[in-house]
Structures are given as structure tokens and as C-alpha cells.
């Protein structure tokens, strides 16, 4: 699409974004990831930190594409609107940081179950 019909879209009234419309985009993209390389409870933490990253940025892609009207710039200069954006980011980091960390801790138990729900299967199909 080219960015002038990504404004005429955005700047189109009526049009509705779900509230769970991130989490459900974000569950998907894991969910075609999942169905690529068979190994959903296995995941590293690339993999978590790539799926919060694309449910982020989808996420941001609705609430953009939402917005009546082009946003009003909020500094005058522009040094300090990159040192906000700078200290947004580092915010954000930290986040992804903190559950890439819950995560990990998570993984042994997540491949546990993986193991037992696993040699049941093949138990059964035997």
C-alpha cells in the first residue's frame, strides 16, 4: 500500500478496531510460528521476544490506523522529542527484559509437560 492510501484508510471514520485486537494478532503470529517448526512449548527467548515484539507493533498498527486525524506534534524540538523517544524505548526494554526473564524461569517446567503430554501421544498411537 502506498502512504497515501494508508491515510485515506486511516483517516476514514467508522471503522472499528476490537479492543482484544493486538493479543488476538499476537496469539496468531505465534500460533503460524508454532505450526512451522512443531515446537510451540519450546521456544527461546528470541522467539518470545519476537512474538511481543510483532503483538507491539500490530498493536501500534491498529491504534494508528484508528486515529481520525494525523497526531499533533508534541515538542518543538527535536532533541527532545528523540531523547523521549530514546527513554520510551529504554522503558520498553526493561519490560520485555522483565518477562523474557519470567519466561525463562517457565521454559523447564513448559518442557516437562511438553515431554509427558509427548509420550502419551506416542503411548496411544502405538
Do not use: C, Q, W
Not at 73 to 87: G, I, R, S, V, W
Not at 92 to 106: E, T
Amino acid at each position: 500500500m502506498s502512504p497515501e492510501e494508508l491515510d485515506r484508510i486511516a483517516g476514514a471514520s467508522g471503522a472499528e478496531i476490537p479492543a482484544d485486537l493486538g493479543e488476538r494478532l499476537g496469539n496468531a503470529v505465534l500460533a503460524a510460528a508454532a505450526a512451522e517448526d512443531g515446537r510451540s512449548a519450546r521456544r527461546t527467548r528470541f522467539g518470545y521476544a519476537a512474538g511481543a515484539v510483532t503483538a507491539v507493533a500490530l498493536a501500534s498498527l491498529a491504534i494508528v490506523l484508528s486515529l481520525p486525524h494525523a497526531p499533533k506534534d508534541t515538542f518543538d524540538d527535536p532533541l527532545l522529542a528523540y531523547a523521549e523517544l530514546e527513554k520510551t524505548f529504554s522503558y520498553i526494554s526493561s519490560k520485555v527484559d522483565r518477562g523474557l526473564d519470567i519466561a525463562a524461569v517457565a521454559e523447564p517446567a513448559i518442557e516437562k509437560t511438553t515431554g509427558a503430554i509427548n509420550n502419551t501421544i506416542n503411548k496411544k498411537s502405538k
